[in-house]
T-cell receptor, first 113, second 118 residues
Framework: SQKIEQNSEALNIQEGKTATLTCNYT??????LQWYRQDPGRGPVFLLL?????KEKRKERLKVTFDTTLKQSLFHITASQPADSATYLC????????????FGSGTRLLVRP | GAVVSQHPSRVICKSGTSVKIECRSL??????MFWYRQFPKQSLMLMAT?????????EQGVEKDKFLINHASLTLSTLTVTSAHPEDSSFYIC??????????????FGDGTRLSIL
């Protein structure tokens, strides 16, 4: 069955550095991939969507790459700030329909001042 | 940006009570709404998908008689947890999306409902 893996260990970095989070998937070829941010006790907030025919997408300090050969997406936050501390979720469209999303378990990012 | 309002944010009630959670899209028409359940430090698990004016589609293992979903308009969907028990305690989150059934538009999430059954 399809599987999405995100690093369960928290990523702890110094303010100003670039944070890189990884999303790997198996047994599946998604048409698109999305990244969301979730703060404790809140619902996820949409950040970026990247399609299978796109290699890279940028939005302000955020950059997402999508490598369909490696079955991997990387999510980068440049010039990280303490306010970027949150859990970041990747999500892929479901194998049986393009309208459902399958979420990874998320990686917690902590940016130290 | 698109705003989804979920109410209530927290519910504490006795076992056997039925609890209704509302999800509203405030500034767009949500052709599809989704209901998720999330346990601490775990992924969002999709419970069901609802399209306005039609019956909800439930994921495998989700009891449709236990979790009643109504999507009566393009801006409102409700989830009713019937005869709730302690094992139903969880964080329930709704999301809404426009653009048709097979759209790849992003989902916009409510802030969740923390349900605690005593």
């Amino acid at each position: 069955s399809q599987k999405i893996e995100q690093n369960s260990e928290a990523l702890n970095i110094q303010e100003g550095k670039t944070a890189t989070l990884t999303c790997n998937y198996t047994n599946y070829s998604p048409a698109y991939l999305q990244w969301y941010r979730q703060d404790p006790g809140r619902g996820p907030v949409f950040l970026l969507l990247i399609r299978e025919n796109e290699k890279e997408k940028r939005k302000e300090r955020l950059k997402v790459t999508f490598d369909t050969t490696l079955k991997q997406s990387l999510f980068h936050i440049t010039a990280s700030q303490p306010a970027d501390s949150a859990t970041y979720l990747c999500a892929l469209d479901g194998a049986d329909s393009s309208y459902k999303l399958i979420f990874g378990s998320g990686t917690r990012l902590l940016v130290r001042p | 940006g698109a705003v989804v309002s979920q109410h209530p944010s927290r519910v504490i009630c006795k076992s056997g009570t039925s609890v209704k959670i509302e999800c509203r899209s405030l500034d767009f028409q949500a052709t599809t709404m989704f209901w998720y359940r999330q346990f601490p430090k775990q992924s969002l698990m999709l419970m069901a998908t609802s399209n306005e004016g039609s019956k909800a589609t439930y994921e495998q293992g989700v009891e449709k008689d236990k979790f009643l979903i109504n999507h009566a308009s393009l801006t409102l969907s409700t989830l009713t947890v019937t005869s709730a028990h302690p094992e139903d305690s969880s964080f329930y989150i709704c999301s809404a999306r426009g653009g048709g059934v097979f759209s790849n538009q992003p989902q916009h999430f409510g802030d969740g409902t923390r349900l605690s059954i005593l």
